[in-house]
């Protein structure tokens, strides 16, 4: 998908935008995918098929999807947690899905219902039928870092469920940080121990919340053990409704600025992603509180 040293996996029309209280146009929406894409952005998780009842903001998901336009080259997927959601994503025309479950029990029934077992069989039938259809996928690990409900949660249990999905066929996994609470100690740990337990670096994504100003460290350390995918949210919205205590998830802007400096190329451009950042604030009613955002690229003088 990428030739780049780095791909971004962006969150914001999902992740961003599922938590917001006041509904959003599904124009504004389809307008900020479209700024995305022109910011270079070519994986853009787009919406969710989920019951509407459990998240309202994404209740346009077939509307939306279906007036979509679709760049080539850019890959749109959305969340499916049941068949239910693949008939819905499928006659929507997605053609890359996500699956997600948690490696804390509590986390997973308040979030889907279901148990961590009962989610992976859950996702069995989802998979094998977005795999005869040819359709890129993969599968969230939450609460990898701490759960609001059990608090800790240990790096064996994230392998466990990781393992699952791999073995269910998902392209990756993406490791996330549901809360916001883990520190580049924590990202070794539970790095580490995914590549012990056979996931490859090039198979796994890191998903971090920004909720307590740890999540640029969490990418140094991840980058440093070979990682190579991250999930960011331009204008640092998101959080998960269902999590109690999340909140924004690490920025776009902030990311790209980090890994301008750092010399590794994702094909992001800074200034078209801020244009997309300001439609975010402008659509929201309230400023950034991202870093860039706020300061802008670096102007040499
Ligand atoms: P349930 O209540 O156990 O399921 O919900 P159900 O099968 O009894 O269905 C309840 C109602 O929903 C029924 O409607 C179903 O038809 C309907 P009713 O008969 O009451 O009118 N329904 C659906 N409608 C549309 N599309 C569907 C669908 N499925 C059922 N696909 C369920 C179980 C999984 C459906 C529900 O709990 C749900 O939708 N949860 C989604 C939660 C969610 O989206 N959370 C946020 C995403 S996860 C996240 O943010 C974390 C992440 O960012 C990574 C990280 O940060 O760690 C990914
Ligand atoms: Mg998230």
Not at 74 to 91: S, T
Not at 204 to 217: E, I, N, P, S, V
Request: net charge negative; with cysteine; proline share 5%.
């Amino acid at each position: 998908m990428s030739d780049h040293d780095v791909r971004i996996y962006e969150v914001g029309p999902r992740d961003g935008l599922q938590n917001e209280k006041e509904p959003i146009p599904t124009d504004a929406k389809l307008r900020f995918i479209e700024l995305l894409a022109d910011a270079g952005l070519r994986e853009i998780e787009t919406t969710s098929f989920v019951a509407p009842r459990a998240v309202p903001q994404l209740a346009d998901a077939d509307d939306l999807m279906a007036r979509l336009e679709r760049r080539p080259g850019v890959r749109y997927p959305v969340l499916v947690p049941n068949e239910r959601g693949l008939e819905r994503a499928e006659a929507a025309g997605a053609d890359a899905l996500c699956v997600f479950t948690a490696a804390s029990e509590a986390f997973t029934r308040a979030n889907i219902n279901m148990s961590i077992a009962g989610s992976i069989d859950a996702f069995r039938p989802v998979l094998a039928r977005a795999r005869e259809r040819g359709w890129w996928t993969r599968g969230y690990v939450s609460t990898a870092f701490g759960c609001p409900f059990q608090g800790e949660v240990g790096e064996a249990a994230v392998v466990g469920v990781a393992r699952q999905l791999i073995d269910l066929g998902v392209d990756e996994v993406s490791i996330g940080d549901t809360i916001g609470v883990a520190a580049p100690r924590d990202v070794r740990r539970v790095v580490e121990a995914l590549l012990r337990g056979g996931i490859a670096a090039d198979r796994m994504a890191m998903h971090f919340h920004d909720t307590r100003g740890t999540a640029l460290a969490n990418v140094a350390a991840a980058l440093e053990l070979g990682i190579r995918c991250f999930d960011a949210s331009t204008g640092g919205t998101g959080g998960c409704p269902f999590a109690p205590g999340a909140a924004g998830n690490l920025a776009t802007e902030d990311l790209v600025y980090l890994l301008d400096r750092e010399g590794l190329t994702h094909g992001v451009d800074l200034d078209a992603l801020l244009v997309a950042a300001a439609h975010v604030s402008q659509t929201l009613g309230r400023p950034l509180s991202t870093k860039v955002g706020q300061a802008g690229g670096w102007r040499v003088p």
